[in-house]
């Protein structure tokens, strides 16, 4: 290898070489493969990964609360790249929405209570009570 540069802004690497047999130079070019990642839903159906499904669940948690716009991408942003670190193909609807309750348990307390009680299904007040007991702990 003569030269290596990344190009692309970054999403590419350009390397010059030299033939050790003939020395005749050429130039390959590196990508990085997206792979994309579905979600097992409990119904054991797939669906490609929605940043933007995950978005709309955190905003409507955080609605009236002082969390804003950039907050609200900043927890997208982190729960897509804690994904992306697994290596894996496949992740369930679960750990997305475990990932989700713990951003919204570090940034807002309330819109965290919001989101477990319809991602948890809360039947009733008691329910509802325990996670507050939990989350007063």
Request: include cysteine; hydrophobic fraction near 35%; charge should be positive.
């Amino acid at each position: 290898m003569v030269d290596s540069r990344p190009v692309q802004d970054g999403r590419a690497v350009r390397r010059r070489r030299e033939c050790l047999g003939c020395s005749q130079r050429y130039t390959t070019y590196e990508y990085i493969e997206a792979v994309t990642l579905t979600v097992v839903k409990s119904d054991e159906r797939r669906e490609p990964f929605d940043r933007e499904k995950v978005a709309h669940g955190i905003r409507l948690a955080c609605n009236k609360r002082p969390v804003g716009p950039k907050k609200i991408e900043a927890m997208v942003s982190e729960i897509e790249a804690r994904l992306g670190e697994l290596s894996k193909t496949e992740v369930t609807s679960k750990y997305v929405g475990e990932l989700v309750m713990e951003k919204l348990k570090e940034v807002d307390e309330i819109a965290y209570i919001r989101f477990a009680s319809v991602y948890r299904k809360f039947a009733d007040t008691t329910q509802f009570l325990e996670e507050l007991t939990k989350l007063l702990k």
